[in-house]
């Protein structure tokens, strides 16, 4: 099994950043692909960004210039720096980790991002 954990959400005035952080603990997977989905109310789950083991990365356009997904492997961690903040961004944010050529995909609880002055 695999648990995901995400944490750094909070309230930002429009504008700002901030980082948020996904750790992933227990089995590990050579070819995986880590990604960043957000669920605004009233409103479906959205992908955001993601990143694959082989080092590449995919940005939806709502948010591509804004944010970049970026890893620490040592530390089984994958960050999602979120720069000119709009309150549009406001969402909960899911971290998912999923293993390629399997069904093996996880969820972490979210993190709440609130951007509102």
């Known amino acids: 099994q695999v648990q995901v954990v995400e944490s750094g959400g909070g309230l930002v005035q429009p504008g700002g950043s901030l980082r948020l952080s996904c750790t992933a603990s227990g089995r590990t997977f050579s070819s995986y692909v880590m990604g960043w989905y957000r669920q605004a109310p009233g409103k479906q789950r959205e992908w955001a960004t993601s990143?694959?083991?082989?080092?590449?990365?995919n940005t939806a356009d709502s948010v591509k210039g804004r944010f970049t997904i970026s890893r620490d492997n040592a530390k089984n961690t994958v960050y999602l720096q979120m720069n000119s903040l709009k309150p549009e961004d406001t969402a909960v944010y899911y971290c998912n980790v999923r293993q390629l050529g399997t069904s093996n995909n996880y969820w972490g609880q979210g993190t709440q991002v609130t951007v509102s002055s």
């Open positions: 990143l694959t083991s082989f080092g590449n990365t």
